[in-house]
């Protein structure tokens, strides 16, 4: 009891404090001014701060050179601080009027993490919940959108994450149809426990959900009289008796690098960028992934000849 009540006085205090810096009004200043606010703030992790300057730079200076980076920087702020709704709505803004920003992987790798994290919810860690039992919507929206950066952008720094979390969320997602065909095979749902199964081996043939979901199929199928489906299923069944594949980790949590928008500004502003970082690299505008590898390819289950 103790506990909940700190969890909810910290959620309460977060919230009022966020209530009340959000009502502030933002001081009248020049783009550039409010920029620069905003951007000191999100250096130092208040995010809430950084926010306000930075709604005041897109709402005051609509199509302005600072606008691209500001919506990028809105982005991050609002994933950071988990108003994950708010940050997708940002993204598919984002993507309808910069179609041809070079920064369109970021903004995709965005949307894939934020989803992803809408179904990673904090109290299923906190108190040790199994995912594979709950709704699979936002992970598989993240799991398009990795995919959609993978296919668009295969060179993009991003694209190492992106393909370890489509292994962790495929793996997520063949348990929860595992434990959907064991709902049915405990309600003696034959039909539907035999073709839940047959989706999972098109699906997510490389996982250990799927090759524990055989022997229900070979029962589903004796069950319903069908002997050469379930003869089929025995063979499969047996082919790959004693496989184990690994299960998944979780990846950790992306490293992300603030941005530095060196690229940005006026032509003087660039220049004395420029001179005073002659000797640093240009850096990614967002994000960085650290120390990311694609995930090993698992063998699917033998098929039968």
């Not at 490389?206 to 199928?221: F, G, N």
């Amino acid at each position: 009891m103790r506990k909940f009540k700190l969890l909810s006085l910290i959620a309460l205090t977060a919230f009022a404090t966020a209530c009340s810096n959000s009502q502030q009004e933002v001081e009248q200043a020049s783009e550039s001014q409010l920029y620069s606010i905003g951007q000191n703030y999100l250096q130092e992790g208040n995010y809430s701060q950084a926010i306000r300057y930075l709604k005041a730079v897109d709402s005051r200076f609509p199509g302005s050179e600072y606008s691209e980076q500001a919506q990028l920087n809105l982005i991050y702020a609002n994933y950071k601080t988990q108003d994950y709704t708010q940050a997708l709505v940002l993204v598919d803004r984002f993507i309808q009027q910069n179609p041809h920003s070079p920064y369109l992987d970021y903004a995709i790798y965005m949307a894939a993490l934020t989803n992803s994290a809408l179904g990673d919810n904090f109290i299923q860690d906190f108190f040790g919940i199994d995912r594979s039992t709950r709704e699979t919507t936002s992970m598989k929206t993240a799991f398009s959108n990795f995919q959609s950066l993978v296919q668009n952008f295969p060179n993009s720094q991003y694209t190492p994450d992106a393909l370890a979390r489509m292994a962790y969320i495929k793996d997520r997602l063949a348990h929860h149809e595992l434990e959907i065909v064991k709902f049915y095979a405990k309600r003696n749902a034959w039909v539907a426990a035999a073709n839940r199964v047959a989706e999972m081996l098109k699906m997510y043939p490389d996982t250990q959900a799927t090759l524990e979901a055989l022997p229900i199929m070979q029962k589903a199928y004796e069950k319903m009289g069908l002997t050469q489906l379930a003869q089929q299923a025995a063979t499969l069944v047996k082919a790959n008796e004693g496989k184990q594949i690994k299960e998944v980790e979780k990846p950790k949590e992306p490293f992300l690098k603030l941005p530095s928008w060196l690229s940005f500004g006026t032509k003087k502003q660039k220049t004395e960028s420029e001179q005073q970082q002659s000797t640093e690299e240009n850096p990614a505008p967002a994000s960085t992934v650290t120390e990311t590898t694609a995930p090993p390819t698992a063998e699917a289950p033998k098929t039968a000849e």
